[in-house]
C-alpha cells in the first residue's frame, strides 16, 4: 500500500461504551429517588452505546420515512413507511417503559428513573423519542375524560410495541400523538379554525380542518383541537374507528424539517374524521395543557442528553488526537473549552433531573413539589434547550473538519439541537408562562426560592446571584416593559437555580467553575472562557467515556 494511505493521528471509534456511565446522571438518579432504577439505566446505557444501536440510529437517520397516500390500486391509505430499524428503536423503548412506565409504576421515583432511561436512550437516536415523549404525555390529558382513560391507559402504558393501522383496542399496545398548531396560528392555538360538529352520538364530534404541525402521523390515536359549539375543545381522534374502517385523516405531505429525519411530521387535514371529546367544550386549552406540560420535562431532558452526547464525543476526540506537538486535551485552551461544555451539560442534567423528581413527588400529591415544577419546568426548559445549539456547535468544533462531516454523527446532533425549544413552544412562549405562572401562582415563586435556598451560605457567588434575582423579582413591572424582560429574568432565574443544585449536589469543581464564571461574570460569551484557577482536569474527567469504551477505542488504535 501506498505510503499516502497510511492511516495516522486519527481517533478510533467510540463504540462499545456505557451511555449512562454519566457521574451527573447516576449521582441525580440516586438522589431524586429512582436508585433502584439503575441496573436497568445502565443496561439500557449499554445498549445505547453498543455498535448495534449506533448502527439503527445511522440507518433510521439516513434513510428518511417514505409517505404514501395511495395504494397501488388508487385507494386511499395514508400510511408512513419507516426503515425497519425505526422500529427497533421503538420497541426497545417502549419494552423498557420510556413511553408510559410511570403511570402503571407507584414507586416512588418512576418519574425519574424514565427521565434517566430517555437520557441514555435518546443517544441511540433521538428521531424516536418524539411519539415516545407524546404517549407519555398524553395519559394525564386522557384523565381529564375517565371513561376514555379506563379503556386507552393500559393500552398506551403496555410495555408492547404493535405497530401498523388497527382497531387501538385491538391492539398489545397505543403509540399517540399530538396535533394542535395550524398555519394561521401556530402556538396561539386559541386561532384554530378545524371545526367539531356533534354527531349525536354521545361525545363523538366529527372535525374538519387542516393542521400545520402533526408529528408520528402513524400513531394510533391523537389528541387534538377543534372549535366545537362550546369553544376551543381537546378531542382523541384514533387513526382506525371501531368499525375497522379507516378514520378520514388525510396525510397531506411529510415535512422536511431542520432536524432529525428518522421521524415523520406531517400536513393532515381532518374530513369529518370523527373524535371523541376529552374533558368539557371550551376547556380544551387547560386539557391538553397537560400534556404540553409533561413533553416540556422531556424537552429539557433530552437537551441535556444531547449536551452529554456531544462533550463525550468531544473529550473522546481530544485525548486521541494530537497537533502542535501534544495531545488535544493536554493544551490549556482546548481544556478550557472542554471543561466549559462539561459544566454545561452538567448543569443541564442535574437541573432536569431534579425537575423530574418535581414531576414524581408532585404526582403522589406533593404541593410543594408541584408549584416547583409548575415553575422550574418552564425556566429550565428556556434556558436549556436555549443553550443546546451552541454546545452542539462548540462540540463539533472541537473535532474541526472530522465533526463537519456526517460520518462523525456531530452534524446530526448539531441539527437536533434547536429542536426541544421550539416544541410545544418556542423560546418566547416559555419565557411568557414563566410570567404567567408567577402572576397566577405567586406561591410558585417562594417554592422556587425555598429549592435555591437550601444552598443558602454554601457560595458567596450563588448568595450574590440569588440576592440580584429577588431584588429583580421584587420590581417586575407590568406589562410590555415587563415582556420585554422576560428572558432576561428567566435567564437568571434558570442560572440561580443550576447553581445552587450544583453547590448542593455537584462535583466541587464544577460547581466552583460554574458559580466563578454563569453567576460571578466572569466569563465571556463562547464557551472556552472560564476564568483561571480551576480544577479543569477534575471537570474534563467527569465529562470522559467510560472505562470499556477506553479500553476498546485503545484496543482499536
Given at each position: 500500500?501506498?505510503r499516502?494511505?497510511?492511516?495516522?493521528?486519527?481517533?478510533p471509534p467510540?463504540v462499545?461504551?456505557?451511555?449512562?456511565?454519566?457521574p451527573a446522571?447516576?449521582e441525580?438518579?440516586?438522589r431524586?429517588?429512582?436508585?433502584?432504577?439503575?441496573?436497568?439505566?445502565?443496561?439500557?446505557?449499554v445498549?445505547a452505546?453498543?455498535?448495534?444501536?449506533?448502527e439503527?440510529?445511522?440507518?433510521?437517520?439516513?434513510?428518511?420515512?417514505?409517505?404514501?397516500?395511495?395504494?397501488?390500486y388508487g385507494?386511499r391509505?395514508?400510511?408512513?413507511?419507516?426503515?425497519p430499524?425505526?422500529?427497533?428503536?421503538?420497541?426497545?423503548?417502549?419494552?423498557?417503559?420510556l413511553?408510559?412506565a410511570?403511570?402503571?409504576d407507584?414507586?416512588?421515583?418512576?418519574?425519574?428513573?424514565?427521565?434517566?432511561?430517555v437520557?441514555?436512550?435518546?443517544?441511540?437516536?433521538?428521531?424516536?423519542l418524539?411519539?415516545?415523549?407524546?404517549t407519555?404525555?398524553?395519559?394525564?390529558?386522557l384523565?381529564?375524560?375517565?371513561?376514555?382513560?379506563e379503556?386507552?391507559?393500559p393500552l398506551?402504558?403496555?410495555?408492547?410495541?404493535?405497530?401498523?393501522?388497527?382497531?387501538p383496542?385491538?391492539?398489545?399496545?397505543l403509540?399517540?400523538?399530538?396535533s394542535?398548531t395550524?398555519?394561521?396560528g401556530g402556538?396561539?392555538?386559541r386561532?384554530?379554525?378545524?371545526r367539531?360538529?356533534?354527531?349525536?352520538?354521545d361525545?363523538?364530534?366529527a372535525?374538519t380542518g387542516?393542521?400545520w404541525?402533526t408529528?408520528?402521523?402513524?400513531?394510533?390515536?391523537?389528541?387534538?383541537?377543534?372549535q366545537?359549539?362550546?369553544?376551543?375543545?381537546?378531542f382523541l381522534?384514533?387513526?382506525?374507528?371501531?368499525?375497522?374502517?379507516?378514520?378520514?385523516?388525510?396525510?397531506q405531505r411529510?415535512?422536511?424539517?431542520?432536524g432529525?429525519?428518522?421521524?415523520?411530521?406531517?400536513?393532515?387535514?381532518?374530513?369529518?374524521?370523527?373524535g371523541?371529546?376529552?374533558?368539557?367544550e371550551?376547556?380544551?386549552?387547560?386539557?391538553?395543557?397537560?400534556m404540553?406540560n409533561?413533553?416540556?420535562?422531556?424537552c429539557?431532558?433530552?437537551?441535556?442528553?444531547?449536551?452529554r452526547?456531544g462533550?463525550v464525543?468531544?473529550?473522546?476526540?481530544?485525548?486521541?488526537?494530537?497537533?502542535?506537538?501534544?495531545?488535544?486535551?493536554?493544551?490549556?485552551?482546548?481544556?478550557?473549552?472542554?471543561?466549559?461544555?462539561a459544566?454545561?451539560a452538567?448543569?443541564?442534567?442535574?437541573a432536569?433531573?431534579?425537575?423530574a423528581g418535581?414531576?414524581d413527588?408532585a404526582?403522589?400529591?406533593?404541593?410543594e413539589?408541584?408549584?416547583?415544577?409548575?415553575?422550574?419546568?418552564?425556566v429550565?426548559?428556556?434556558?436549556?434547550?436555549?443553550?443546546a445549539?451552541?454546545?452542539?456547535?462548540?462540540?463539533?468544533e472541537?473535532?474541526g473538519?472530522?465533526?463537519?462531516?456526517?460520518?462523525?454523527?456531530?452534524?446530526?446532533l448539531?441539527?437536533?439541537?434547536?429542536?426541544?425549544?421550539i416544541?410545544e413552544?418556542?423560546?418566547n412562549?416559555a419565557?411568557?408562562?414563566?410570567l404567567?405562572?408567577?402572576?397566577?401562582?405567586?406561591q410558585?415563586?417562594?417554592?422556587?426560592?425555598?429549592?435555591?435556598?437550601?444552598?443558602?451560605g454554601?457560595?458567596r457567588?450563588?448568595?450574590?446571584a440569588?440576592?440580584?434575582l429577588?431584588?429583580?423579582?421584587?420590581?417586575?413591572g407590568?406589562?410590555?416593559?415587563?415582556?420585554?424582560?422576560a428572558?432576561?429574568?428567566?435567564?437568571?432565574?434558570?442560572?440561580?437555580?443550576?447553581?445552587?443544585?450544583?453547590?448542593?449536589?455537584g462535583?466541587?469543581?464544577?460547581?466552583?467553575?460554574f458559580c466563578a464564571s454563569?453567576?460571578?461574570?466572569?466569563?465571556?460569551?463562547a464557551?472556552g472562557t472560564?476564568p483561571?484557577?480551576?480544577?479543569?482536569?477534575?471537570?474534563i474527567?467527569r465529562?470522559?467515556?467510560d472505562?470499556?469504551a477506553?479500553?476498546?477505542?485503545?484496543?482499536?488504535a
Amino acid at each position: 500500500m501506498p505510503r499516502t494511505h497510511e492511516v495516522t493521528n486519527q481517533v478510533p471509534p467510540l463504540v462499545g461504551h456505557d451511555v449512562s456511565a454519566d457521574p451527573a446522571l447516576l449521582e441525580s438518579l440516586r438522589r431524586e429517588g429512582a436508585g433502584w432504577a439503575e441496573a436497568e439505566v445502565r443496561e439500557l446505557g449499554v445498549l445505547a452505546g453498543g455498535e448495534e444501536a449506533q448502527e439503527w440510529g445511522r440507518l433510521a437517520e439516513r434513510n428518511a420515512p417514505v409517505l404514501h397516500t395511495h395504494d397501488r390500486y388508487g385507494h386511499r391509505v395514508d400510511e408512513v413507511e419507516f426503515h425497519p430499524y425505526w422500529h427497533e428503536l421503538m420497541t426497545v423503548a417502549v419494552r423498557h417503559g420510556l413511553h408510559g412506565a410511570p403511570w402503571r409504576d407507584e414507586r416512588p421515583g418512576a418519574h425519574v428513573a424514565r427521565a434517566a432511561k430517555v437520557f441514555v436512550w435518546g443517544q441511540a437516536d433521538p428521531g424516536h423519542l418524539c411519539p415516545i415523549s407524546m404517549t407519555y404525555a398524553a395519559v394525564p390529558a386522557l384523565r381529564a375524560q375517565p371513561d376514555l382513560a379506563e379503556v386507552y391507559e393500559p393500552l398506551l402504558t403496555s410495555p408492547f410495541y404493535d405497530f401498523g393501522l388497527r382497531e387501538p383496542t385491538s391492539k398489545r399496545g397505543l403509540i399517540a400523538g399530538m396535533s394542535m398548531t395550524e398555519k394561521q396560528g401556530g402556538s396561539d392555538v386559541r386561532a384554530n379554525t378545524t371545526r367539531a360538529v356533534p354527531t349525536g352520538e354521545d361525545g363523538v364530534y366529527a372535525l374538519t380542518g387542516h393542521k400545520w404541525f402533526t408529528s408520528a402521523p402513524m400513531s394510533d390515536v391523537f389528541l387534538t383541537l377543534a372549535q366545537a359549539p362550546g369553544g376551543l375543545s381537546c378531542f382523541l381522534v384514533p387513526r382506525v374507528l371501531p368499525d375497522g374502517t379507516r378514520n378520514a385523516i388525510r396525510l397531506q405531505r411529510l415535512k422536511d424539517k431542520l432536524g432529525n429525519r428518522s421521524n415523520a411530521s406531517s400536513e393532515i387535514e381532518y374530513e369529518g374524521a370523527l373524535g371523541r371529546l376529552v374533558g368539557e367544550e371550551g376547556r380544551g386549552v387547560a386539557t391538553i395543557i397537560r400534556m404540553v406540560n409533561m413533553t416540556r420535562l422531556d424537552c429539557a431532558i433530552s437537551s441535556a442528553s444531547g449536551m452529554r452526547q456531544g462533550l463525550v464525543q468531544a473529550v473522546h476526540h481530544a485525548t486521541y488526537r494530537s497537533a502542535f506537538g501534544a495531545r488535544l486535551v493536554d493544551q490549556p485552551l482546548m481544556t478550557n473549552v472542554l471543561a466549559d461544555l462539561a459544566v454545561e451539560a452538567e448543569a443541564a442534567t442535574v437541573a432536569g433531573l431534579r425537575l423530574a423528581g418535581a414531576v414524581d413527588r408532585a404526582a403522589a400529591g406533593d404541593a410543594e413539589e408541584e408549584l416547583l415544577r409548575r415553575i422550574g419546568l418552564a425556566v429550565t426548559k428556556y434556558w436549556v434547550c436555549k443553550r443546546a445549539p451552541a454546545h452542539a456547535a462548540e462540540a463539533l468544533e472541537c473535532l474541526g473538519g472530522n465533526g463537519y462531516v456526517e460520518d462523525s454523527g456531530l452534524p446530526r446532533l448539531y441539527r437536533e439541537s434547536p429542536l426541544p425549544s421550539i416544541w410545544e413552544g418556542s423560546g418566547n412562549v416559555a419565557a411568557l408562562d414563566v410570567l404567567r405562572a408567577m402572576g397566577r401562582q405567586p406561591q410558585a415563586v417562594e417554592a422556587f426560592f425555598a429549592e435555591v435556598d437550601r444552598a443558602a451560605g454554601a457560595d458567596r457567588r450563588l448568595e450574590a446571584a440569588t440576592a440580584r434575582l429577588r431584588k429583580d423579582l421584587g420590581d417586575l413591572g407590568d406589562g410590555a416593559a415587563l415582556q420585554y424582560r422576560a428572558r432576561r429574568l428567566v435567564e437568571h432565574m434558570a442560572l440561580v437555580l443550576q447553581g445552587s443544585l450544583l453547590v448542593r449536589h455537584g462535583h466541587p469543581a464544577v460547581a466552583d467553575a460554574f458559580c466563578a464564571s454563569r453567576l460571578d461574570g466572569d466569563w465571556g460569551i463562547a464557551f472556552g472562557t472560564l476564568p483561571p484557577g480551576l480544577d479543569t482536569a477534575a471537570i474534563i474527567e467527569r465529562g470522559r467515556p467510560d472505562a470499556t469504551a477506553t479500553a476498546t477505542a485503545t484496543a482499536t488504535a
